[in-house]
């Protein structure tokens, strides 16, 4: 975005202010503001395998900032192998045990870009929570399994977390169950049919039982308790993790408000515009903020699917990156180049004066 603003203003001043809402970038964009530093360890994937896990350590040597996605992520699955039914968080409890080993007393864990659905069961069991069916054995991993569960038992989880504050950054508010909650909303962009959908909700409304009647937390319609396919519900009950929205934590991370007065436009963006914008995405919450402050804000994203929601959101305009008929290969390819020309039409145009014509 600055290379194409520069291109029609080569003098202007462009701040640059990474941002993340509790999915892909936030460990970067917090990292960066604290003078922290990146860490990696290997996990169980979402569908079994080892992968490598990067977290980060920020500056202050105690606060642990992780994203699920990077243990959990819809993006570490083949889209040929998408499966909510067994795919599995307990990447992310382990990422979250690394954390732990190395010092970490305070936790920021970013809850999006998730290709589970298993209500954080996965992570519980990461951390020494056992969930058994009616004989007494383990569940296996995956949100179907949920629908057997019997009996929740706590006694083995992790000690240090007793001592260990625990914030999860959502970057949607959607609650656990229902028609607006992670199965129905979201289970079909992991690869879930309609039926599947309605049976990981079962499964999940089961779970949110069991976790109320044993723990005495109610989830259900917890706001964030849907994110990441219900990881925010597993989080809260087995962590006591404040449920926050990511844009909130980030914001303060890297002093956004701070850092938009006097500006003249703001430039913002994410993959696809839609309805699922307004439920705290880093697009509304950036225009909102500038809104606040009278700044004007273009959006430019891959894809406009219903731009109309939210330009009574702070949003003035919207742009998409493709310059015409593209595949979302080429997209996702030359991601960097489509935005900087993207970003340069949105300045040619605002740069047009009207009163010469009129």
Not at 326 to 344: M, Q, T
């Amino acid at each position: 975005m600055a290379e194409g603003v520069r291109r029609v203003l080569p003098d202007a001043e462009v701040v640059v202010v990474p941002m993340a809402d509790g999915g892909d970038g936030t460990v970067e964009a917090m990292v960066e503001a604290t003078g922290g530093r990146i860490m990696a360890t290997e996990v169980t994937g979402p569908l079994g395998g080892k992968v490598t896990a990067k977290w980060g350590m920020l500056g202050d040597g105690v606060t642990g900032v992780l994203e699920m996605a990077a243990a959990s992520g819809l993006t570490l699955m083949p889209p040929d192998r998408l499966n909510p039914l067994v795919a599995t968080t307990y990447g992310t409890g382990e990422m979250i045990r690394a954390a732990l080993d190395a010092g970490c007393r305070r936790l920021l864990i970013g809850i999006g870009g998730s290709g589970t659905n298993d209500g954080g069961a996965g992570m519980a069991q990461a951390l020494g929570v056992r969930l058994q069916d009616s004989n007494g054995e383990e569940l296996p991993r995956g949100g179907a399994a949920l629908a057997k569960l019997e009996r929740v038992d706590i006694s083995g989880l992790d000690e240090r977390l007793k001592g260990c504050s625990v914030e999860a950054a959502y970057d949607v508010n959607n609650p656990l169950l229902g028609e607006k909650g992670a199965s129905m909303v979201y289970g079909s962009q992991k690869g879930a049919t309609e039926e599947m959908c309605r049976q990981l909700d079962g499964a999940l409304a089961h779970y949110a039982g069991i976790i109320r009647d044993t723990l005495g937390v109610d989830v259900a319609y917890l706001p964030g308790a849907g994110a990441a396919g219900g990881l925010g519900a597993g989080l809260a009950a087995f962590l006591g993790a404040k449920l926050l929205p990511g844009m909130e934590i980030v914001s303060r991370a890297v002093g956004l408000e701070e850092r938009l007065k006097g500006a003249s436009l703001v430039l913002t963006g994410e993959g696809r515009i839609d309805g699922q914008t307004l439920f705290g995405k880093v697009v509304a919450g950036v225009a909102s903020r500038a809104k606040a402050l009278g700044i004007p804000v273009v959006a430019i994203v891959g894809e406009i699917a219903d731009g109309d929601e939210v330009y009574g959101q702070g949003i003035d305009a919207v742009l998409s990156i493709a310059p015409g008929p593209i595949s979302l290969d080429r997209a996702l390819a030359d991601a960097g180049s489509l935005v900087a020309d993207a970003a340069e039409r949105a300045m040619r145009l605002i740069m047009i004066r009207l009163d010469k014509y009129v």
